[in-house]
């Protein structure tokens, strides 16, 4: 029986150690391609472009403001019509997938990573992570915190500053620490809130 490789583990949501050569070679590249996006040349929207589709691991058509940073990238699914402003972070040790016209105000972070309860395991430097889900259609408020293995509906807000632990409805707007529903949304609502 063979042995699964650290990003094997990683990507199968078992314990990992993020230390492993190989990941961390896989993070120092992802750290290049985005040092390089944040010093690209704004205006240059072909080329930002470029890049983007260069670390993602899907791009279907997507804008992201400088700065970005992200861990591995290859774990980012960009829906169509994705729009990120400044300082979006994504830690992306498991798959975080984001549906069509998904917009993030600035400060937002969006982490799958996790470290074990357990802190014999801690200071080991296991970590886990879990994948997140980004429904079409939902908007992040400016600083959200998204956290590992959450899924997020369609249409969902998310206010500013909350902190998402745990899954968010379609159509419903959350807010505060740790998140709850505060309203849902009538979709056939046609006047601006």
Known sequence: MTSLS?????LQGMEYFPSDKALFADRESAKALCHEFNL???TDRKGSRALIKRLVGTYAGAWIEPPFYCDYGYNIKLGKNFYANHGLVILDGAQVSFGDDVMIAP?????TATHPLDPIKRTKGLETANPITVGNKVWIGMGAKILDGVTIGDNAVIAAGAVVNKDVAANTVVAGVPASVIKTIDSTHKKSD
């Open 40 to 42: 690209f040349d704004i």
């Open 6 to 10: 650290e990003k094997e583990k990683m």
């Open 107 to 111: 400060g937002v972070l969006i982490s």
